[in-house]
């Protein structure tokens, strides 16, 4: 599905180029890397259901359904205790929610753009959004909502952060009017650490992410959204890269399921290895060999 959100938009030629570009991000802008360029920003509660008026109906449900059963697999020490972590922690294991996984790296971003082997005519992409713009504007947002937040209207952007956490109940509600934010719990787990993974939402359940981000719009929502794109042939040196940086699947995914998967990256770099050694010896074998300089002694000197 494409995308027609508003955002800029700037094609790589290749991997040194991707690299510099990503140096150019301050600290404020969160990343997701897309497989394939034309997917649009989707939450995985969005590809669940289809009809958008029962999303809000679906998200309750997921909710009561998950805290009925999880109680069976959960130590004590990692009960939720809000619903914030709740959809964290949901969300964490695949079941759908509105919160929609970034990171503050661009080279994890990178890395589930390039991991998976697709058509080379298949570019990626790598989404990067300005996390402390859209909390200014969220709190322009929030703060016309009535006289339960008239506080927000004086409060810094780390207060304001902080806030969010204590009023998410509220905004899961019906008519919230269309933002997006990051927001994170209060404790994180070890993946989500392990990934510098950061949760970006939607206000408004009832619309899809994009059709929140379009709220942004008219206060220049296009030069705080950039869009990264990247031709798929770029994969194994990308790939090569993130190896030495120890951003594979098992350093992402901890446990055994993360290192079997491991081995189809570290594979795909190593055989790309090979062939390049090859190719660059058979270069070799058929460059054109210079005569070399020919010397011999002639009783008490060198002569050429």
């Known amino acids: 599905m494409s995308t027609s959100v508003p955002c800029t938009t700037t094609e790589l030629a290749d991997w040194e180029e991707a690299k510099r570009c990503f140096s150019t991000f ?21 590809r669940a259901t289809a009809p958008t008026q029962l999303r809000l109906n679906a998200e309750q449900g997921a909710l009561g359904w998950f805290q009925q059963g999880a109680h069976n697999y959960l130590t004590n020490h990692w009960a939720p205790t809000s619903t914030l972590e709740w959809l964290a922690l949901m969300q964490h294991h695949g079941t759908p929610t ?22 080379e005519a298949d570019a990626c992409a790598i989404w ?8 200014t504007q969220t709190k322009s947002t929030i703060q016309n909502l009535g006289v339960d937040y008239s506080d927000i209207a004086g409060m810094s952007e780390t207060s304001f952060y902080f806030r969010l956490r204590d009023i998410f109940d509220d905004l899961l509600k019906p008519n919230v009017p269309p933002f ?10 070890e993946r989500l650490a392990l990934q510098q993974g950061v949760f970006v939402f939607p206000g408004n359940g009832e619309m899809t992410f ?21 031709p798929r042939r770029l994969r ?20 055994l399921d993360g290192f079997a998967r491991t081995w189809a990256m570290l594979n795909a770099v190593e055989s790309n290895r090979e ?16 005569p070399g300089l020919v010397v011999r002694w002639n009783h008490d000197h060198w002569e050429k």
């Open 98 to 119: 509105r919160l929609m996984d970034w990171t503050r790296s661009p080279f994890v971003a990178a890395f589930f753009a390039f991991e998976d082997e697709r058509p």
């Open 275 to 290: 062939f390049q050694s090859t190719q660059d010896a058979q270069d070799a074998a058929l460059r054109p060999r210079s």
């Open 180 to 189: 997006v934010c990051a927001l994170g719990p209060a404790r994180v787990h």
């Open 128 to 135: 990067a959004i300005d996390a402390s713009w859209c909390l």
């Open 236 to 255: 194994v040196n990308a790939l090569a890269d993130l190896v030495l940086m120890n951003i594979t699947r098992v350093s992402l995914f901890p446990g």
């Open 26 to 46: 301050s600290g404020s802008w969160l990343f997701r890397g897309h497989a394939a360029s034309h997917w649009s920003l989707v939450t995985s509660i969005e």
């Open 210 to 230: 994009e059709d929140n981000l379009r709220a942004f719009e008219p206060v220049g929502l296009a030069n705080h959204l950039h869009k990264l794109v990247l």
